[in-house]
C-alpha cells in the first residue's frame, strides 16, 4: 500500500464521528460551483460593484476552464474512488454521503474551491488566509468522505490555482491597457 493510499485512510478513519461527517458533509459544499457563485457574486453585487465589473468573467473562466480540464483528466487517468479500489483490500471505508459514478483523479471540488479563492486572494489580499484556509477544508473533506485520496485533491487544487494565476494576470495586463500577445499581429 502506498503512501497516498495510508494517508487517505488515517484522515479517512480521524474524521468518522458524526460530528466530524457533519461539518464536512457542509463544508465540501464549497467545492461546488453554483453554491460558490450563490456566494461571491451577491457579496460582491452588495459590496464591490467595480472589482466585480473586473474580474468576475475572468474569475468565472479560470474556474470553468479548470473543471473542464479536471473533467478531462478524469477521463484519462480513469482512476476509480477510493472505495472501489480499497473494497477488493477489504479495507472499510467511511463514504456517508455515497460515492460519485464518476472518477477520481484530480478531485473537482478542490480545483473549483481553490480556482475561487487563489482568484479571491488575488483581488482582495486581505482575504488570502480565510480564502485558502477554506479551499483547504473543501480539499481535506473530499478525503475525510472517502470519495478521493490526497493527491486527488492536491491535483485539482494546483489545477484550480494555476488556471486562476494564469486568469488574473491576464485580466490584470487587460486592464493596464497593454495588448495581449496573440493581438499584436
Avoid: E
Wanted: hydrophobic share 55%; charged share 10%; aromatic share 8%.
Amino acid at each position: 500500500m502506498g503512501a497516498d493510499t495510508q494517508i487517505f485512510i488515517a484522515v479517512n478513519r480521524a474524521f468518522d464521528g458524526p460530528a466530524a461527517t457533519a461539518f464536512f458533509s457542509a463544508v465540501t459544499w464549497l467545492g461546488n460551483g453554483l453554491v460558490l457563485a450563490a456566494i461571491i457574486v451577491p457579496s460582491w453585487l452588495i459590496l464591490d460593484r467595480a472589482r466585480m465589473k473586473a474580474h468576475l468573467m475572468p474569475m468565472v473562466v479560470a474556474v470553468a476552464l479548470g473543471g473542464a480540464a479536471a473533467n478531462l483528466l478524469k477521463v484519462a487517468v480513469d482512476r476509480p474512488r477510493p472505495p472501489a479500489a480499497l473494497s477488493s483490500q477489504g479495507v472499510p471505508v467511511h463514504a456517508p454521503g455515497g460515492v460519485p459514478r464518476d472518477r477520481s483523479f484530480p478531485s473537482g471540488h478542490a480545483q473549483t474551491a481553490m480556482g475561487a479563492a487563489a482568484y479571491l486572494s488575488f483581488v482582495y489580499p486581505i482575504l488570502a488566509l480565510p480564502c485558502l484556509a477554506l479551499a483547504a477544508l473543501v480539499a481535506l473533506s473530499r478525503v475525510a468522505l472517502g470519495v478521493h485520496y490526497p493527491s486527488d485533491v492536491a491535483a485539482g487544487a494546483l489545477l484550480g490555482a494555476a488556471c486562476s494565476v494564469a486568469a488574473f494576470l491576464l485580466a490584470r495586463r487587460r486592464m493596464a491597457g497593454r495588448r495581449f500577445p496573440w493581438k499584436s499581429f
